[in-house]
Structures are given as C-alpha cells and as structure tokens.
C-alpha cells in the first residue's frame, strides 16, 4: 500500500498534482449542481473544494500551482473576450448606451461601498485589510476574472510570499452575492410596485409598434407607372430601403431579377425586406397578391438553399460587394447568425459561422456554395492557432509598464487585462488580419470552463492553508455582512433609478442587473418569470462592457490603493 500513500502524500510528481487537481475539479464540479431553493453555486464550488483540499494538507507545490491559476485565468478571460467582442460595440447603440451607463453606475457604486464598509469595520493600518476587501467586493458581485484580475496585480505590490489570500474574502462574500442580487431584484419589483403580467403586456404592445428589422417576404404586383420602363437598381436606389427581389414573375416566366431587370406594369415580384420597411415598399410598388404564383414557381428550374459560410477568405466581406446577382445570378434573401435571422443588407459583414438562404437555379447556388464554403466539418474544429496568436499578444499587451503619478508601480494590464482587450478587438475586428474567430458555443464554453475550474481549484488550494483561521478566527463574518451590503445597496439605488426615471421594463432591468453582476443564476431566474426576450436582451447589452470594466477597476483598485 505505500505506492497508494505515496500517491497522496508526494506533492511534487506529476502523478499526484494531477490527482489532486481531477479530484477537487470533479467534487467542486459536482457538488456545484445541488440546488437549495433552486438555486446552485455552479463551477465556483470547485473553489470550496479546493481550499478544503488546502486546509487538510492535500496540496501541490506553490510553482505549480501559480502557474496553472496563471494559465487557467488566460484561457479563460481570452474566450471570454472572443465571446463578447462582436457584440461588445454594437450594445453602445440605440438604447444600449443608456443600459450600460446604469450599468457602469452600480459597477462604481459596488467600489464605493467597498470602500465605505472598509473605513467603517475594519482597521486601516492592516496593508492587508484593503486587499481582502477587494476579494470580498468580487465575491459579492460573483465575479471570478475580477477576483483574478485582483490576485495577479497584488503580486506586484506585495513581496513574494507575502501575498494576501483574498480568495478567502471571496469565498465568504460570494454565497450571499448570489443570493443577494436574486433578493434586491425582488425587492425592487415592490419598491416600485410592479406588476408582472402588466410588464408582459407592454413588451407585446411595444413589439407591435416597433417591429424589428426581420426578414419579411410578400408577393406584390406592380402598378405603379412609375416603375414602369425602369431597373430594379433604379427602383431601390429611390426608395433608399434595403430590399432583394428573389424572383419575378412576366408573361408567365419566373426569373430572377438582376441589377438590370426592367420591370413592367402587371409583373408580380417576391420581395424579401425588413418587417419596418414591408409597408412602404408594398405602398410604393404596388398590392399584396393574396394567391402567390406558387405553380409557376415551381415549375422552374429554382431552388432555395442554406448555405454556411466556412471558407476564411469570405471573413469580413460585405454581401454588396460580392456581386451575387449579377456573377452568381442568384439572390441572399436571409441570413442566420447564432440562431437569429437577420436581414440581408448589402452593408452586412459575412462572418465565419453565418448560415445564408440562397435562391436560383441549382448549378448557380452550387457554385456559391463551394465559394462560401458550405463544410459543417470546418466549424466543427477551433481555431487554435487564433487563440493563440490572440493569447501571445495579449501577454505582450499586458506586460507594457505604464508609470502614472502617484502610483507606487507602473500600470500594467497584466494577465487578466491584456488577453481580456486583445481578445475583444479580434473577435471584432481579427476579420482584418485574415484571423478567424469562429468556435461552436461548445468549444469556446470547455475552454472557458477548463481555464475556469484550473484559476478555481489553484486558488482554493493556496488559500486552504490559512481558510480556517480567516474565518473563525479573523474577520470571516465581517466578510459575509459587508459582502452582503456591497451587493444589493447599488442594486436598490439603481434599479430604482432605471425604473422610476428611465422607465425601462422591469424585465430589462432584471437582465440589466443579471448583466452587471455577470451572474448566470439571477437571469436564469428572470427567465423564469418572462416569457419573453426582454431579460436576455437586458443582460447582453450590459455583459461585455460589465465584465470589462470588471477586470480593470480590479487591477486599478490594487494599483492605486493597495501599495502604500
């Protein structure tokens, strides 16, 4: 049996590090899942798990240990940012900008009563009492690549060794930060008397006044005279609309109109155009036929065809410049990203991943098949070489010291910060640079899940040795009160604000909040109670900015007031 002991008493084979790790992961994992009042602490148990793991003994040399919790924190903020990039400058549009200033208020608000419960209950003398108020601030708002973002820039304030374990802060904020930002949200709901199935009901009336800009298809006839005698370029250039004509109908012939196509008074066309634009183009051409020419159309040689863009080269090319009309003679009518559809500007930027309908004859829609690619088995591999190229830069990115007075060490955007911001601009830009960033959800999802549990089960450990102590015999319950305030204190002032002021929809709110927190549980619960989009709309538009911001008032926060 001394084989079996040795396994877990000699903590520097490989053998041993890798049990130790696939133990903790697994039971964190695992107990993770079990639900009281049906909610659940998810992944973030694996840290429970490892600073028990720590507290007995079971541990790993701290080099190994350091570089694993580096290492996870890298691949998980970098997939991460691959995530939110395309969507990161668009939430700044329409009502986005409002959302995310709200936003941006709590994340300030989240600090500011840090700081407040700092300088009331604790002593400011302690160097460490700051930092640990840290762990607790992203224990409370859930938010594990703060806390990481937190722990790598305390290194290079404190001497080595000297480091403070703020994970055991987190730990104690982060139980009640969950509970918490579910139970504010709850309370504001009273606060401003709301009423849920009044909220249903004003997001279906806005959804029938405002129609958003999705495919719409209808066959109308031309009578209008001055249409007559004229292309269809000319026709939509007039209207200043985007629309595509997928097929046309004269003396009985279906073809499919091109650029040059003259339209005539009785032709019948299918139009494919954005539901807020349906009535206008319909008042300009002419009525809706209410029996579609459906035999005749049949009768020729047409098809519709989804296609899926998987060839690298089509990375960022727009739909206007690829002529499809006049070189491939079909028409795009519709395109599909990430499940929604879309509207088939020419303006619209084709992205690795992006499934487009395509309708005329069957060779034509072959050829642009083989062109955009069309192979599921491309999307079925990552990128790996993007991620890593994106992982190299963003390390050279983070390492660039910048010395702004009245800092005892030069900002730099560390190991958190700098793959976070690099990872944001390929994902939204890396078409430039022939860098295709395109994951299935459930590869990006097991690396950021890998990277998490490693940050996770590696801080746990280190954290296990002193945990008790912390706890029971320090300011452990400190921790959880003052957890408890930083979490539904800004959630209170501005839910109330957003509701009251702004007159957003309480669901919006929810997903607002949800957002800011970057916490899967409390959307889920606003999923709950809303059937419809409104929570997830609310907790995407705030998501990217949030988690940035997040990340980098972290490594500030340390920078600025943990080094004197």
Same mark, same amino acid.
């Given at each position: 049996?001394?084989? @079996?002991?040795?396994?877990?008493?000699?903590?520097?084979?490989?053998?041993?590090?890798?049990?130790? *790790?696939? @133990?903790?992961?697994?039971?964190? !994992?695992?107990?993770?899942?079990? =639900?009281?009042?049906?909610?659940?602490? /998810?992944?973030?148990?694996?840290?429970?798990?490892?600073? @028990?793991?720590? $507290?007995?003994?079971?541990?790993?040399?701290?080099?190994?240990?350091?570089?694993? &919790?580096?290492?996870? %924190?890298?691949?998980?903020?970098?997939?991460?940012?691959?995530?939110?990039?395309?969507?990161?400058?668009?939430?700044?549009?329409?009502?986005?900008?409002?959302?995310?200033?709200?936003?941006?208020?709590?994340?300030?608000?989240?600090?500011?009563?840090?700081?407040?419960?700092?300088?009331?209950?604790?002593?400011?003398?302690?160097? =460490?009492?700051?930092?640990?108020?840290?762990?607790?601030?992203?224990?409370?708002?859930?938010?594990?690549?703060?806390?990481?973002?937190?722990?790598?820039?305390?290194?290079?304030?404190?001497?080595?060794?000297?480091?403070? &374990?703020?994970?055991?802060? *987190?730990?104690?904020?982060?139980?009640?930060?969950?509970?918490?930002?579910?139970?504010?949200?709850?309370?504001? +709901?009273?606060?401003?008397?709301?009423?849920?199935?009044?909220?249903? $009901?004003?997001?279906?009336?806005?959804?029938? #006044?405002?129609?958003?800009?999705?495919?719409?298809?209808?066959?109308?006839?031309?009578?209008?005279?001055?249409?007559?005698?004229?292309?269809?370029?000319?026709?939509?250039?007039? %209207?200043?609309?985007?629309?595509?004509?997928?097929?046309?109908?004269?003396?009985?012939?279906?073809?499919?109109?091109?650029?040059?196509?003259?339209?005539?008074?009785?032709?019948?066309? %299918?139009?494919?155009?954005?539901?807020?634009?349906?009535?206008?183009?319909?008042?300009?051409?002419?009525?809706?036929?209410?029996?579609?020419?459906?035999? #005749?159309?049949?009768? &020729?040689?047409?098809?519709?065809?989804?296609?899926?863009?998987? +060839?690298?080269?089509?990375?960022? =090319?727009?739909?206007?410049?690829?002529?499809?009309?006049?070189?491939?003679?079909?028409?795009?009518?519709?395109?599909?990203?990430?499940?929604?559809?879309?509207?088939?500007?020419?303006?619209? +930027?084709?992205?690795? /991943?992006?499934?487009?309908?395509?309708?005329?004859?069957?060779?034509?829609?072959?050829?642009?098949? #083989?062109?955009?690619?069309?192979?599921?088995?491309?999307?079925?591999?990552?990128?790996?070489?993007?991620?890593?190229?994106?992982?190299?830069?963003?390390?050279?990115?983070?390492?660039?010291?910048?010395?702004?007075?009245?800092?005892?060490?030069?900002?730099?955007?560390?190991?958190?910060?700098?793959?976070?911001?690099?990872?944001?601009?390929?994902?939204?830009?890396?078409?430039?640079?022939?860098?295709?960033?395109?994951?299935?959800?459930?590869?990006?999802?097991?690396?950021?899940?890998?990277?998490?549990?490693?940050? %996770?089960?590696?801080?746990?450990? =280190?954290?296990?040795?002193?945990?008790? #102590?912390?706890?029971? &015999?320090?300011?452990?319950?400190?921790?959880?009160?003052?957890?408890?305030?930083?979490?539904?204190?800004?959630?209170?002032?501005?839910?109330?604000?957003?509701?009251? $002021?702004?007159?957003?929809?309480?669901?919006?709110?929810?997903?607002?909040?949800?957002?800011?927190?970057?916490?899967?549980?409390?959307?889920?619960?606003?999923?709950?109670?809303?059937?419809?989009?409104?929570?997830?709309?609310?907790?995407?538009? !705030?998501?990217?900015?949030?988690?940035?911001?997040?990340?980098?008032?972290?490594?500030?926060?340390?920078?600025?007031?943990?080094?004197?």
């Amino acid at each position: 049996m001394d084989w @079996l002991i040795n396994l877990f008493t000699s903590t520097d084979t490989v053998a041993h590090i890798a049990l130790l *790790y696939a @133990l903790v992961i697994a039971i964190g !994992v695992l107990l993770g899942k079990v =639900k009281v009042c049906g909610i659940s602490l /998810g992944v973030t148990f694996v840290l429970f798990a490892g600073i @028990l793991a720590g $507290h007995i003994g079971f541990t790993a040399p701290i080099n190994i240990l350091t570089f694993l &919790q580096d290492f996870g %924190l890298i691949l998980f903020v970098f997939c991460i940012g691959l995530q939110v990039g395309p969507g990161f400058f668009e939430s700044f549009r329409k009502g986005g900008v409002t959302l995310n200033l709200l936003s941006t208020v709590i994340i300030l608000l989240n600090i500011a009563v840090m700081f407040g419960c700092y300088w009331l209950f604790f002593d400011t003398s302690n160097p =460490k009492n700051l930092p640990m108020m840290v762990g607790t601030l992203y224990g409370a708002v859930t938010n594990t690549p703060g806390l990481g973002a937190a722990n790598e820039a305390l290194t290079s304030v404190f001497g080595k060794g000297d480091v403070p &374990q703020i994970a055991s802060g *987190y730990a104690c904020a982060y139980p009640l930060g969950v509970l918490g930002i579910i139970g504010a949200t709850i309370a504001i +709901r009273y606060i401003t008397r709301v009423k849920l199935n009044r909220e249903e $009901h004003r997001l279906n009336d806005q959804e029938a #006044e405002n129609p958003h800009a999705k495919p719409h298809q209808m066959h109308l006839k031309v009578t209008n005279n001055y249409i007559a005698g004229r292309t269809l370029l000319e026709i939509s250039e007039f %209207l200043n609309r985007d629309l595509i004509c997928s097929r046309l109908l004269h003396d009985n012939s279906v073809t499919i109109p091109k650029n040059n196509t003259i339209f005539n008074l009785g032709d019948e066309v %299918l139009v494919v155009c954005a539901e807020a634009d349906a009535e206008a183009i319909q008042a300009f051409i002419g009525p809706e036929i209410d029996t579609p020419w459906h035999t #005749e159309a049949e009768a &020729q040689p047409l098809i519709s065809k989804r296609i899926v863009v998987t +060839r690298a080269s089509m990375n960022g =090319k727009t739909l206007g410049k690829m002529h499809f009309s006049s070189v491939y003679g079909v028409n795009v009518t519709r395109i599909t990203r990430q499940g929604m559809d879309v509207f088939a500007s020419r303006d619209y +930027r084709f992205q690795v /991943g992006d499934r487009i309908m395509v309708v005329g004859p069957e060779d034509n829609v072959n050829r642009v098949a #083989e062109a955009m690619g069309n192979s599921i088995k491309r999307l079925d591999a990552p990128n790996i070489a993007t991620i890593f190229i994106g992982i190299v830069v963003g390390i050279l990115f983070g390492s660039i010291p910048l010395a702004l007075p009245g800092m005892p060490v030069p900002l730099k955007l560390g190991i958190a910060g700098g793959p976070l911001i690099i990872a944001i601009l390929i994902g939204r830009f890396g078409y430039r640079f022939k860098l295709v960033t395109y994951t299935t959800t459930s590869a990006n999802m097991m690396l950021r899940e890998i990277g998490l549990v490693l940050f %996770l089960a590696s801080v746990g450990i =280190k954290a296990g040795a002193n945990f008790w #102590e912390t706890v029971v &015999q320090g300011d452990g319950l400190k921790y959880v009160y003052t957890g408890f305030f930083i979490t539904i204190i800004p959630i209170l002032i501005v839910g109330t604000i957003a509701r009251l $002021h702004f007159k957003f929809n309480y669901f919006t709110i929810m997903g607002m909040i949800a957002g800011t927190y970057t916490d899967p549980p409390a959307l889920a619960y606003a999923n709950s109670v809303c059937s419809k989009e409104a929570p997830a709309v609310g907790y995407s538009t !705030v998501y990217p900015l949030s988690m940035f911001l997040r990340i980098f008032t972290a490594q500030l926060i340390v920078l600025f007031c943990c080094g004197g």
